[in-house]
């Protein structure tokens, strides 16, 4: 009696297999790649309880970063801003204070409201650093790191969203370029502060110190490009900034 089946068909279940294999991998692959911070948390938009418009606070107003997120310079952490923060500007008598957008910051501040329960603004935190990772962001804002370098452009965000990755290899990147990402310590919270804007003169002074080398530190950079880059260069060895590369740096 012949076969029932052509010779060729002996190898099928192997092929079969392989391809099942690559398929399989194909998928891990792309649900690991996916699954990164760049796709999980980027354009993250959640919706808050009161719909703070940073583009008019941080953009129209020129409030200072620091005016809500108290802490930045002094702790690891960065605050969300207390009810009384926003009390402060829309109280009895003062900015919009009558607007509905803002009953929940009536119902934690006002005393005289009858909804008032004196429970805090659930604001939802749009950044949030895993467990596994240590970042503290004090040692950053205090070392010319400015605010726009991990969340963008915030004085042009209505809404404020997960604008960068802050992913290890975002970190790492900055790590080991740390000279494009410094500025003068006035500037931190400048977020649309550019190179150009400060004067060589007194930048060049304040590098040089007591020791009176402002004009031979100016010299040598007469056939360099005055951009960011070379700022931070000089800021960077001024500074002693020399951050570690290693795993022990964020995770401990």
């Known amino acids: 009696m012949g076969n029932l089946f052509p010779r060729w068909t002996n190898l099928l279940p192997v ?31 959640p919706q808050q309880p009161i719909p703070f418009d940073h583009s008019v606070h941080a953009g129209q107003l020129g409030l200072d970063c620091r005016y809500c997120h108290t802490f930045v310079e002094n702790s690891p952490h960065s605050n969300i801003p207390a009810a009384q923060v926003c ?41 949030e650093t895993p467990d596994y990772a240590y970042f503290n962001h004090s040692v950053h804002v205090n070392r010319g790191v400015s605010c726009v370098e991990c969340h963008g452009r915030v004085d042009e965000m209505p809404v404020v969203y997960h604008a960068k990755t802050l992913s290890m ?3 790492l990147d900055c790590h080991r370029n740390v000279d494009e990402h410094l500025r003068p310590l006035d500037e931190v919270t400048n977020l649309a502060w550019e190179a150009k804007d400060e004067d060589a003169n007194e930048f ?36 002693n900034v020399n951050p570690p590369t290693d795993c022990a740096a964020c995770h401990r």
């Open 169 to 171: 290899s975002f970190c």
């Open 87 to 127: 009390w402060n500007c829309h109280g009895p008598g003062k900015v919009k204070s009558d607007s509905v957008k803002l009953e929940p910051l009536r119902q934690a501040m006002d005393t005289n409201s009858e909804n008032y329960t004196g429970k805090p603004i659930p604001w939802v935190q749009v950044h």
């Open 15 to 45: 092929k079969i297999l392989v391809c099942l294999g690559a398929l399989g991998t194909a998928v891990v692959a792309l649900a690991w790649y996916s699954w990164t911070p760049k796709f999980t948390r980027v354009g993250y938009m």
């Open 204 to 239: 060049y002074a304040k590098i040089a110190g007591k020791g009176g080398k402002a004009e031979e530190l100016k010299e040598a950079d007469a056939d360099k490009t005055w951009d960011e880059k070379l700022l931070g260069a000089h800021l960077q060895k001024s500074w």
